[in-house]
Protein backbone atom coordinates (compact mmCIF):
# COMPACT_ATOMS: atom_id res chain seq x y z
CA UNK A 1 0.00 0.00 0.00
CA UNK A 2 1.32 3.62 -0.77
CA UNK A 3 1.09 6.29 1.61
CA UNK A 4 -1.61 8.83 1.47
CA UNK A 5 -3.28 11.57 3.54
CA UNK A 6 -7.29 10.70 4.21
CA UNK A 7 -9.35 13.55 3.82
CA UNK A 8 -13.19 13.16 3.43
CA UNK A 9 -14.76 16.07 5.57
CA UNK A 10 -18.59 15.94 3.79
CA UNK A 11 -21.25 14.87 6.47
CA UNK A 12 -23.36 13.12 5.15
CA UNK A 13 -27.23 12.70 6.53
CA UNK A 14 -28.36 9.47 4.96
CA UNK A 15 -31.91 8.40 4.99
CA UNK A 16 -35.85 8.76 5.04
CA UNK A 17 -36.19 12.20 5.82
CA UNK A 18 -32.61 13.37 6.58
CA UNK A 19 -33.97 16.75 5.17
CA UNK A 20 -34.73 18.06 8.40
CA UNK A 21 -31.29 18.95 8.99
CA UNK A 22 -31.18 21.24 6.33
CA UNK A 23 -32.10 24.67 7.91
CA UNK A 24 -29.53 24.13 11.01
CA UNK A 25 -26.85 22.85 8.53
CA UNK A 26 -27.08 26.02 6.05
CA UNK A 27 -27.30 28.26 9.03
CA UNK A 28 -23.73 26.75 10.35
CA UNK A 29 -22.10 28.75 7.31
CA UNK A 30 -24.88 30.87 5.72
CA UNK A 31 -28.08 32.92 5.43
CA UNK A 32 -27.92 33.95 1.61
CA UNK A 33 -28.30 30.88 -0.03
CA UNK A 34 -28.17 30.07 -4.01
CA UNK A 35 -30.26 27.61 -5.14
CA UNK A 36 -28.90 25.51 -7.88
CA UNK A 37 -31.16 22.93 -9.57
CA UNK A 38 -31.91 21.15 -13.22
CA UNK A 39 -34.30 20.94 -15.76
CA UNK A 40 -37.40 20.13 -13.41
CA UNK A 41 -37.56 16.91 -11.56
CA UNK A 42 -37.07 18.63 -8.22
CA UNK A 43 -40.34 20.42 -9.32
CA UNK A 44 -42.47 17.49 -10.42
CA UNK A 45 -41.42 15.15 -7.45
CA UNK A 46 -41.66 17.97 -4.82
CA UNK A 47 -38.49 18.32 -3.60
CA UNK A 48 -37.76 22.11 -4.42
CA UNK A 49 -41.30 22.59 -2.84
CA UNK A 50 -39.65 20.48 0.77
CA UNK A 51 -36.06 22.63 0.56
CA UNK A 52 -38.00 26.15 -0.06
CA UNK A 53 -40.75 25.39 2.70
CA UNK A 54 -37.66 25.16 4.95
CA UNK A 55 -35.79 27.64 3.88
CA UNK A 56 -38.48 30.30 3.91
CA UNK A 57 -39.35 28.78 7.60
CA UNK A 58 -35.47 29.37 8.79
CA UNK A 59 -35.67 32.50 6.89
CA UNK A 60 -32.81 31.91 5.11
CA UNK A 61 -32.77 34.31 1.72
CA UNK A 62 -33.12 32.23 -1.69
CA UNK A 63 -31.95 33.10 -5.23
CA UNK A 64 -31.92 30.12 -8.03
CA UNK A 65 -30.38 29.05 -11.13
CA UNK A 66 -32.51 26.35 -12.58
CA UNK A 67 -32.18 25.25 -15.78
CA UNK A 68 -28.43 23.56 -15.38
CA UNK A 69 -28.31 20.90 -18.16
CA UNK A 70 -26.83 17.89 -17.93
CA UNK A 71 -23.04 18.10 -19.08
CA UNK A 72 -23.59 21.27 -17.28
CA UNK A 73 -22.24 24.31 -19.33
CA UNK A 74 -19.91 26.89 -18.63
CA UNK A 75 -22.44 29.40 -19.43
CA UNK A 76 -24.50 28.39 -16.53
CA UNK A 77 -21.92 28.55 -14.09
CA UNK A 78 -21.07 32.05 -15.44
CA UNK A 79 -24.70 33.02 -14.79
CA UNK A 80 -24.74 31.22 -11.25
CA UNK A 81 -21.88 33.69 -10.55
CA UNK A 82 -23.42 36.78 -11.39
CA UNK A 83 -26.85 35.86 -9.34
CA UNK A 84 -24.18 35.51 -6.25
CA UNK A 85 -22.25 38.45 -6.54
CA UNK A 86 -25.44 40.65 -7.18
CA UNK A 87 -26.80 39.52 -4.16
CA UNK A 88 -24.18 38.61 -1.85
CA UNK A 89 -24.50 35.02 -1.48
CA UNK A 90 -22.98 33.28 0.94
CA UNK A 91 -24.00 29.40 0.78
CA UNK A 92 -24.28 27.55 -2.65
CA UNK A 93 -27.06 24.90 -2.23
CA UNK A 94 -27.34 22.14 -4.80
CA UNK A 95 -30.00 20.13 -5.45
CA UNK A 96 -30.00 17.00 -8.05
CA UNK A 97 -27.60 15.00 -9.56
CA UNK A 98 -23.78 15.51 -10.76
CA UNK A 99 -24.69 18.31 -13.34
CA UNK A 100 -26.20 20.56 -10.73
CA UNK A 101 -23.47 19.50 -7.86
CA UNK A 102 -20.81 20.14 -10.02
CA UNK A 103 -22.65 23.27 -11.73
CA UNK A 104 -22.21 24.43 -8.25
CA UNK A 105 -18.89 24.03 -7.39
CA UNK A 106 -17.31 25.85 -9.84
CA UNK A 107 -19.78 28.72 -9.12
CA UNK A 108 -18.81 28.50 -5.71
CA UNK A 109 -15.11 28.65 -6.66
CA UNK A 110 -15.89 31.21 -9.39
CA UNK A 111 -17.85 33.97 -7.20
CA UNK A 112 -14.14 35.61 -5.66
CA UNK A 113 -12.17 34.68 -8.61
CA UNK A 114 -10.92 38.18 -10.68
CA UNK A 115 -10.79 36.21 -14.29
CA UNK A 116 -13.46 33.91 -16.49
CA UNK A 117 -14.67 31.46 -14.16
CA UNK A 118 -13.31 28.95 -17.44
CA UNK A 119 -9.65 29.23 -16.11
CA UNK A 120 -10.69 27.38 -13.35
CA UNK A 121 -12.19 24.78 -14.85
CA UNK A 122 -8.63 24.92 -17.08
CA UNK A 123 -6.70 24.61 -14.17
CA UNK A 124 -7.75 24.25 -11.02
CA UNK A 125 -4.39 25.83 -8.89
CA UNK A 126 -6.15 28.77 -10.04
CA UNK A 127 -8.95 28.02 -7.16
CA UNK A 128 -8.66 30.29 -4.15
CA UNK A 129 -11.55 31.17 -2.03
CA UNK A 130 -14.61 28.86 -2.41
CA UNK A 131 -18.12 29.26 -0.62
CA UNK A 132 -19.50 26.61 1.07
CA UNK A 133 -21.49 24.61 -0.47
CA UNK A 134 -24.25 21.77 0.85
CA UNK A 135 -26.38 19.63 -1.44
CA UNK A 136 -29.14 17.27 -1.31
CA UNK A 137 -28.74 14.30 -4.37
CA UNK A 138 -31.54 12.94 -6.35
CA UNK A 139 -29.54 10.42 -8.17
CA UNK A 140 -27.01 8.10 -7.47
CA UNK A 141 -24.40 8.40 -10.27
CA UNK A 142 -21.63 10.56 -9.90
CA UNK A 143 -20.17 10.93 -6.38
CA UNK A 144 -20.61 14.53 -6.71
CA UNK A 145 -21.75 14.83 -3.70
CA UNK A 146 -18.83 13.76 -1.38
CA UNK A 147 -15.51 14.55 -4.05
CA UNK A 148 -14.03 17.85 -4.53
CA UNK A 149 -14.36 17.26 -8.32
CA UNK A 150 -16.86 19.15 -11.13
CA UNK A 151 -16.89 18.60 -14.56
CA UNK A 152 -18.15 21.28 -16.78
CA UNK A 153 -18.61 21.58 -21.07
CA UNK A 154 -17.77 24.55 -22.88
CA UNK A 155 -19.95 24.40 -26.05
CA UNK A 156 -18.18 26.97 -28.11
CA UNK A 157 -14.65 25.34 -27.67
CA UNK A 158 -16.05 21.71 -27.83
CA UNK A 159 -14.52 20.71 -24.35
CA UNK A 160 -15.46 19.34 -21.80
CA UNK A 161 -13.22 18.88 -18.42
CA UNK A 162 -12.71 18.27 -15.08
CA UNK A 163 -11.27 20.65 -12.61
CA UNK A 164 -11.13 20.08 -8.85
CA UNK A 165 -10.16 21.05 -5.29
CA UNK A 166 -10.17 20.44 -1.94
CA UNK A 167 -12.23 23.65 -1.29
CA UNK A 168 -14.47 22.28 -3.14
CA UNK A 169 -15.86 19.32 -1.54
CA UNK A 170 -18.99 20.08 0.03
CA UNK A 171 -19.77 20.63 3.40
CA UNK A 172 -22.76 18.50 3.81
CA UNK A 173 -24.73 16.48 1.88
CA UNK A 174 -28.37 14.98 2.58
CA UNK A 175 -29.08 11.33 1.16
CA UNK A 176 -32.09 10.55 0.93
CA UNK A 177 -32.86 7.28 -1.02
CA UNK A 178 -36.64 8.39 -1.41
CA UNK A 179 -35.58 11.32 -3.65
CA UNK A 180 -34.09 8.52 -6.41
CA UNK A 181 -37.91 6.89 -6.58
CA UNK A 182 -38.52 9.18 -9.62
CA UNK A 183 -35.01 8.80 -11.54
CA UNK A 184 -36.04 7.15 -14.84
CA UNK A 185 -35.24 3.87 -15.68
CA UNK A 186 -32.50 4.82 -17.85
CA UNK A 187 -30.52 7.13 -15.73
CA UNK A 188 -30.70 4.50 -13.16
CA UNK A 189 -28.78 2.40 -15.66
CA UNK A 190 -26.63 4.85 -16.70
CA UNK A 191 -25.75 6.04 -12.52
CA UNK A 192 -25.20 2.39 -11.99
CA UNK A 193 -22.69 2.01 -14.81
CA UNK A 194 -20.86 5.53 -13.33
CA UNK A 195 -20.57 4.07 -10.08
CA UNK A 196 -19.03 0.97 -11.33
CA UNK A 197 -16.27 2.70 -13.50
CA UNK A 198 -15.53 4.89 -11.14
CA UNK A 199 -14.52 1.71 -9.47
CA UNK A 200 -12.51 0.53 -12.42
CA UNK A 201 -10.89 3.41 -12.84
CA UNK A 202 -9.31 2.60 -9.67
CA UNK A 203 -9.23 -1.27 -9.31
CA UNK A 204 -7.65 -1.49 -12.62
CA UNK A 205 -4.39 -0.63 -11.45
CA UNK A 206 -1.17 -2.25 -10.90
CA UNK A 207 -0.62 -1.99 -6.97
CA UNK A 208 -0.90 -5.05 -5.60
CA UNK A 209 -0.57 -4.61 -2.26
CA UNK A 210 -3.73 -2.51 -1.45
CA UNK A 211 -5.72 -5.80 -0.65
CA UNK A 212 -8.22 -4.27 1.45
CA UNK A 213 -9.03 -0.95 -1.06
CA UNK A 214 -9.65 -4.24 -3.85
CA UNK A 215 -11.97 -5.86 -1.88
CA UNK A 216 -14.09 -2.52 -1.04
CA UNK A 217 -14.12 -1.99 -4.91
CA UNK A 218 -15.67 -5.61 -5.14
CA UNK A 219 -17.73 -4.90 -2.51
CA UNK A 220 -19.08 -1.84 -4.42
CA UNK A 221 -18.88 -3.37 -7.32
CA UNK A 222 -21.37 -6.12 -6.58
CA UNK A 223 -23.73 -3.82 -5.09
CA UNK A 224 -24.26 -2.39 -8.16
CA UNK A 225 -24.63 -5.61 -9.82
CA UNK A 226 -27.42 -6.69 -7.32
CA UNK A 227 -29.36 -3.61 -7.12
CA UNK A 228 -28.91 -1.94 -10.14
CA UNK A 229 -31.50 -4.15 -11.60
CA UNK A 230 -33.77 -4.05 -8.82
CA UNK A 231 -34.10 -0.51 -9.09
CA UNK A 232 -34.95 -0.17 -12.40
CA UNK A 233 -37.62 -3.36 -11.69
CA UNK A 234 -39.49 -1.43 -9.01
CA UNK A 235 -37.91 2.36 -8.90
CA UNK A 236 -39.67 2.28 -5.08
CA UNK A 237 -37.24 -0.48 -3.79
CA UNK A 238 -35.78 1.17 -0.74
CA UNK A 239 -32.90 -1.14 0.13
CA UNK A 240 -32.18 -0.75 -4.00
CA UNK A 241 -31.92 3.02 -4.08
CA UNK A 242 -30.16 3.04 -0.74
CA UNK A 243 -27.54 0.95 -1.67
CA UNK A 244 -27.02 2.06 -4.86
CA UNK A 245 -26.95 5.43 -3.68
CA UNK A 246 -23.99 4.87 -0.70
CA UNK A 247 -22.19 2.87 -3.21
CA UNK A 248 -22.34 6.30 -5.26
CA UNK A 249 -20.30 8.34 -2.84
CA UNK A 250 -18.12 5.21 -1.48
CA UNK A 251 -16.51 4.94 -5.34
CA UNK A 252 -15.33 7.99 -5.58
CA UNK A 253 -14.52 9.95 -2.59
CA UNK A 254 -11.04 8.54 -2.04
CA UNK A 255 -11.91 5.39 -0.16
CA UNK A 256 -10.67 3.54 -3.19
CA UNK A 257 -8.03 5.28 -4.61
CA UNK A 258 -6.11 5.85 -1.39
CA UNK A 259 -3.41 4.08 -1.32
CA UNK A 260 -3.11 3.19 -4.74
CA UNK A 261 -1.36 4.57 -8.35
CA UNK A 262 -4.05 5.64 -10.23
CA UNK A 263 -4.54 7.15 -13.58
CA UNK A 264 -8.18 7.54 -14.58
CA UNK A 265 -8.66 5.92 -18.46
CA UNK A 266 -12.06 5.51 -19.34
CA UNK A 267 -13.71 9.12 -18.25
CA UNK A 268 -11.00 10.95 -20.08
CA UNK A 269 -12.52 9.29 -23.23
CA UNK A 270 -16.22 9.43 -22.37
CA UNK A 271 -15.76 12.88 -21.79
CA UNK A 272 -14.87 13.69 -25.44
CA UNK A 273 -17.67 11.52 -26.47
CA UNK A 274 -19.97 13.90 -24.46
CA UNK A 275 -17.91 16.78 -25.20
CA UNK A 276 -18.59 16.05 -28.76
CA UNK A 277 -22.03 14.18 -28.57
CA UNK A 278 -23.78 15.22 -25.40
CA UNK A 279 -24.50 11.75 -24.54
CA UNK A 280 -25.23 10.96 -21.17
CA UNK A 281 -22.15 10.00 -19.40
CA UNK A 282 -22.32 6.58 -18.22
CA UNK A 283 -23.87 5.59 -21.31
CA UNK A 284 -20.78 6.53 -22.88
CA UNK A 285 -18.95 4.88 -20.53
CA UNK A 286 -20.73 1.55 -20.41
CA UNK A 287 -20.45 1.71 -24.00
CA UNK A 288 -16.23 2.23 -24.07
CA UNK A 289 -15.76 -0.31 -21.21
CA UNK A 290 -15.76 -3.74 -22.89
CA UNK A 291 -13.94 -2.69 -25.41
CA UNK A 292 -11.38 -1.17 -23.36
CA UNK A 293 -11.38 -4.61 -21.18
CA UNK A 294 -10.44 -6.51 -24.29
CA UNK A 295 -7.61 -4.04 -25.27
CA UNK A 296 -5.82 -4.14 -22.30
CA UNK A 297 -6.27 -7.50 -21.43
CA UNK A 298 -2.58 -9.07 -21.60
CA UNK A 299 -0.20 -11.10 -20.07
CA UNK A 300 0.50 -8.43 -17.73
CA UNK A 301 -3.49 -7.29 -16.22
CA UNK A 302 -4.39 -10.99 -16.56
CA UNK A 303 -4.02 -11.38 -12.85
CA UNK A 304 -6.33 -8.60 -12.41
CA UNK A 305 -9.00 -9.82 -14.59
CA UNK A 306 -8.96 -13.16 -13.27
CA UNK A 307 -9.46 -11.46 -9.25
CA UNK A 308 -12.25 -9.26 -11.42
CA UNK A 309 -13.60 -12.13 -12.73
CA UNK A 310 -13.49 -14.88 -9.59
CA UNK A 311 -14.32 -12.34 -6.84
CA UNK A 312 -17.00 -10.07 -8.70
CA UNK A 313 -19.01 -12.30 -10.60
CA UNK A 314 -18.09 -15.74 -8.75
CA UNK A 315 -16.45 -17.28 -11.27
CA UNK A 316 -14.70 -21.05 -10.83
CA UNK A 317 -11.24 -20.22 -9.49
CA UNK A 318 -9.93 -23.58 -11.86
CA UNK A 319 -10.67 -22.65 -14.84
CA UNK A 320 -7.73 -21.50 -17.29
CA UNK A 321 -6.53 -17.72 -16.32
CA UNK A 322 -7.48 -15.98 -19.40
CA UNK A 323 -10.86 -17.93 -19.75
CA UNK A 324 -11.89 -16.87 -16.67
CA UNK A 325 -10.97 -13.41 -18.28
CA UNK A 326 -13.19 -13.94 -21.13
CA UNK A 327 -16.10 -14.67 -19.23
CA UNK A 328 -15.73 -11.60 -16.61
CA UNK A 329 -15.89 -9.16 -19.82
CA UNK A 330 -18.51 -10.86 -20.96
CA UNK A 331 -20.98 -11.23 -17.98
CA UNK A 332 -19.98 -7.18 -17.86
CA UNK A 333 -21.01 -6.55 -21.22
CA UNK A 334 -24.48 -8.94 -20.43
CA UNK A 335 -25.32 -6.76 -17.39
CA UNK A 336 -25.21 -3.48 -19.39
CA UNK A 337 -27.34 -5.05 -21.96
CA UNK A 338 -29.59 -6.42 -18.96
CA UNK A 339 -29.62 -2.47 -18.13
CA UNK A 340 -30.75 -1.51 -21.37
CA UNK A 341 -27.84 0.32 -21.78
CA UNK A 342 -27.08 0.71 -25.66
CA UNK A 343 -23.87 -1.19 -26.97
CA UNK A 344 -21.93 0.91 -29.35
CA UNK A 345 -21.46 4.66 -30.83
CA UNK A 346 -23.58 3.62 -33.68
CA UNK A 347 -26.42 3.37 -31.69
CA UNK A 348 -26.11 6.92 -30.53
CA UNK A 349 -25.65 7.66 -34.25
CA UNK A 350 -21.68 8.21 -33.56
CA UNK A 351 -19.27 7.96 -36.45
CA UNK A 352 -15.70 7.79 -36.33
CA UNK A 353 -15.67 11.28 -37.65
CA UNK A 354 -14.16 13.14 -35.02
CA UNK A 355 -12.24 10.13 -33.55
CA UNK A 356 -8.99 12.13 -34.34
CA UNK A 357 -9.65 15.16 -32.53
CA UNK A 358 -11.24 13.43 -29.67
CA UNK A 359 -8.28 10.51 -28.86
CA UNK A 360 -5.91 14.08 -28.85
CA UNK A 361 -8.28 15.46 -26.73
CA UNK A 362 -8.17 12.22 -24.27
CA UNK A 363 -4.55 12.85 -23.77
CA UNK A 364 -4.20 16.70 -23.98
CA UNK A 365 -2.16 16.26 -20.33
CA UNK A 366 -0.30 12.80 -21.46
CA UNK A 367 -0.74 8.90 -21.73
CA UNK A 368 -4.16 7.77 -19.90
CA UNK A 369 -4.76 4.52 -18.09
CA UNK A 370 -2.65 3.03 -15.55
CA UNK A 371 -2.90 -0.98 -15.38
CA UNK A 372 -2.02 0.04 -19.07
CA UNK A 373 -0.78 3.22 -20.47
CA UNK A 374 -2.74 4.29 -23.55
CA UNK A 375 -1.85 6.67 -26.10
CA UNK A 376 -3.56 9.00 -28.99
CA UNK A 377 -3.56 5.65 -31.43
CA UNK A 378 -4.57 3.34 -28.53
CA UNK A 379 -7.57 5.69 -27.72
CA UNK A 380 -8.49 5.93 -31.40
CA UNK A 381 -8.26 1.82 -31.34
CA UNK A 382 -10.67 1.86 -28.17
CA UNK A 383 -13.41 4.26 -29.59
CA UNK A 384 -13.19 2.29 -33.18
CA UNK A 385 -13.78 -0.86 -31.32
CA UNK A 386 -16.69 0.52 -29.93
CA UNK A 387 -18.70 1.52 -33.01
O1 LIG B 1 -32.33 18.17 -14.82
P1 LIG B 1 -33.41 17.47 -14.08
O2 LIG B 1 -34.76 17.89 -14.50
O3 LIG B 1 -33.21 17.50 -12.60
O4 LIG B 1 -33.36 15.91 -14.54
C1 LIG B 1 -32.21 15.13 -14.41
C2 LIG B 1 -31.46 14.95 -15.71
O5 LIG B 1 -32.33 14.99 -16.81
C3 LIG B 1 -32.63 13.72 -14.10
N1 LIG B 1 -32.85 13.49 -12.65
C4 LIG B 1 -31.97 13.64 -11.64
N2 LIG B 1 -32.55 13.28 -10.49
C5 LIG B 1 -33.81 12.91 -10.77
C6 LIG B 1 -34.01 13.05 -12.15
N3 LIG B 1 -35.19 12.77 -12.75
C7 LIG B 1 -36.20 12.36 -11.97
N4 LIG B 1 -36.06 12.18 -10.63
C8 LIG B 1 -34.90 12.45 -9.99
N5 LIG B 1 -34.79 12.24 -8.68
O6 LIG B 1 -31.55 12.92 -14.53
C9 LIG B 1 -30.92 13.54 -15.64
C10 LIG B 1 -29.44 13.49 -15.44
O7 LIG B 1 -29.03 14.31 -14.37
P2 LIG B 1 -27.49 14.67 -14.18
O8 LIG B 1 -27.32 15.48 -12.97
O9 LIG B 1 -26.96 15.20 -15.46
O10 LIG B 1 -26.86 13.20 -14.01
P3 LIG B 1 -25.58 12.68 -13.26
O11 LIG B 1 -25.76 12.68 -11.82
O12 LIG B 1 -25.27 11.41 -13.91
O13 LIG B 1 -24.44 13.77 -13.60
C11 LIG B 1 -23.73 13.73 -14.81
C12 LIG B 1 -22.66 14.80 -14.84
O14 LIG B 1 -21.69 14.60 -13.79
C13 LIG B 1 -20.37 14.50 -14.36
C14 LIG B 1 -20.67 13.90 -15.72
O15 LIG B 1 -19.59 14.03 -16.61
C15 LIG B 1 -21.88 14.70 -16.15
O16 LIG B 1 -21.52 15.97 -16.60
N6 LIG B 1 -19.48 13.73 -13.48
C16 LIG B 1 -19.10 14.31 -12.31
C17 LIG B 1 -18.22 13.70 -11.46
C18 LIG B 1 -17.80 14.33 -10.18
N7 LIG B 1 -18.19 15.55 -9.91
O17 LIG B 1 -17.10 13.72 -9.40
C19 LIG B 1 -17.60 12.42 -11.75
C20 LIG B 1 -18.31 11.68 -12.82
O18 LIG B 1 -17.43 10.73 -13.36
C21 LIG B 1 -18.88 12.51 -13.93
O19 LIG B 1 -17.90 12.83 -14.91
ZN1 LIG C 1 -18.23 9.04 -13.97
Not at 170 to 188: A, C, E, H, M, R
Not at 194 to 217: C, G, N, P, W
Not at 241 to 263: E, Q
Request: net charge negative; hydrophobic share 40%; glycine share 8%.
Amino acid sequence: MKKFNYSIPTEIFFGKGQISVLGREIKKYGSKVLLVYGGGSIKRNGIYDSVLEILQKEQIEVCELGSVDPNPRINSVRKGVEICRENSVNFILAVGGGSSIDCAKVIAAGVSYKGDVWELVVDPRKVEDVLPIGTILTLAATGSEMDGFAVISNLETKEKLGTGHDKMKPKFSILDPTYTYTVPKNQTAAGTADIMSHVFEVYFSDTKEAFLQDRMAESILKTCIKYGKVAIENPQDYEARANLMWASSLAINGLLSYGKDTNWCIHGIEHELSAYYDITHGVGLAIITVPWFNYILNDDTLYKFVEYGVNVWDIDKNLEHYEIAKLAIEKTANFYKELNIPMSLKELNITDENFEKMAEGAVRYGNIGQIKSLNKQDVINILKKSL
